[in-house]
DNA sequence: GACCCCAATGTGACCGGTCACAATCCTGGC
DNA sequence: GCCAGGATTGTGACCGGTCACATTGGGGTC
């Protein structure tokens, strides 16, 4: 360990090379692990990078040999649990691989804001981690060019936004189709839906699974009803949705509009689930000790952004043992908010 | 615009000499700013970078001048609300100075584990924010070797674990005053405290701005209940409280630990704000829609998070107009949780 | 017309690594 | 005892910028 106090610069492979008594491309050797070094000279040159507190700058590292070791994650949110969580599960994997970690928040979709975004973020050099849950991601997975090493976070992996590139995603629609079955099971007419923005135009996995789950059991299939990602949204559409008396099951597109809903139901007087089920969707933390605690499907948000650093692991560096289809199975947890429809209906 | 297709390796500013006639240094001059150089010339040099669409490359800015306009920020945490925000907030102002942001995520407050995380953020260049609101945060802004520049997001400023480097905070101990206050002056005859983890063995800033508050209305001060940062530790402190009949007023150390308490409570029986009034801490998004909406304390995260970003700013380029004490002002506000005690009581 | 000065531009070295290739050292085979 | 050939090690150039200094070219001033 480096003693001396004077810690100007700090020390290059030449310091190094020359504490050790020899030339800064056998430091290189030892530092990279190359084989053919003489094992005395090997402790001689650790010895010597020991001594003088030698870390290897990443920058130059990066300049030199192109490699980064880097990925840059673009999201257009960092507060919502789904998506905090999947940086969660990309940052994990990231640490473990000795990656640094980079993001880039889409402020709008604005199309020329999403561009200079993508265009930082390939700035930062290295790889790229697009979430891809809403029209500001999909137009940013769009607007990747092509050279450009990056994996997507999808809704759906069906006609694909930017391409034949690597993505992940989880099975929202297979998810959304059990709750709403569940619903149905105990006996609910329908299953009203309110939605989460669309990340496109077509219909969202989450939409398709609810639809089919009506669809296959007979029943009607209601409007769904727009709402957005917060709170707020599911209050405003829970509102709407509770001066209709024929509502008895409330399927949401996620925990926090569900939250929303739940808060909406009280407000006009109808209780849940004796008058109203609901269903939310993520399983956030905090939905098990909601009152009453919520019914909702469980999806490995951490899982995913594992899998997609894995993913872009793999295409960084030929070590690539992909995981084919790194698709996490959603699972329905069952509480309170969910019950069969009152008796009079 | 390059549409030749063979985008090959991107230009350098050697490439972009060549193309406007000129040497490299010339181009370096006009994509600096650099006074001197002739109106004509410079639009020669610009209209040669934008036909081989130059971008100057930031890895190698980095290593050849020092400065490399990045942040690291080092948290224990990216998904509970208050800490996701500072990040939001970070993320924000570092984006319109340009700058790029690193995470690094400390997973473990062990003494090694940290030390680590904290090279490898010094690894990335640029500056350095800390939040410290934990164990690991504060071990962290430790570990700092003093030529980084670094600013921590802390507790409370008093007693710097780091030595005499620049913070910002919230007043969270005024927060916690008014706080306990509001609910003392509903008639309640003491407030009792679920605490979050504390970031030291001192007590935290919260815990000391109700016991003020206890002091000065002469009210007896109950031992504050440990509690953890999501709702799960909040629900087992709740419990336990619960099973006092002399509890009517509960003051929590963040909304999720709130939301917790209101789950045990109601378990117990016991109605808010009927039996027990119940405040929380950071106003999260969803405090507003539980059921009863939460009264809490709002804290500006995003802003802390904005003027820490500003001081490092300051600290990394001497265009330095620091904000002395960018202290955000804590915000009470009245929900359906708090309420007169119970008139037996 | 000589001289000086400053505006405008160019040259070489350097940041701290890597890569490709050259040079040296040993060691065994004949 | 000589030489081939692998094991070790060293040299020079380069990645794409910046910095410090040298060089050129006019436009005053006297």
Known sequence: MNVTGHTRRPASIRDVATAAGVSYQTVSRVINGHPSVKPTTRDRVLAAIDELGFRRNATALALASGRSRAVTVLTANTTHYGYASILQGIEESARAASYAVGIGVLE???????????????????????????????????????????????????????????????????????????????GHETVHYVAIPSSTRRTSARTSGWRQALKEAGAPEPRPVQGSWGPAGGHTAGLQLARNPAVTAILCGNDDLALGVLRALHEAGRSVPGDVSVAGFDDAPHSAFLTPSLTTVRLDFTGLGRAAFALLHGVLEEAAQIAPHPVSVPELVVRESSGPPPAGA
């Open 108 to 186: 709008s979709a604005d199309e020329a804001a999403v561009a200079a975004e993508v265009q930082r973020a390939a700035d930062a050099g290295g790889g790229l981690i697009v979430i891809a849950y809403d029209p500001a991601g999909v137009r940013a997975l769009g607007a990747v060019p092509a050279e450009l090493p990056v994996v997507g976070v999808v809704e759906t992996p069906a006609s694909p936004p930017g391409g034949d590139r690597p993505w992940v995603w989880t099975d929202d629609r297979e998810a959304a189709y059990e709750a709403t079955r569940h619903l149905l099971s105990l």
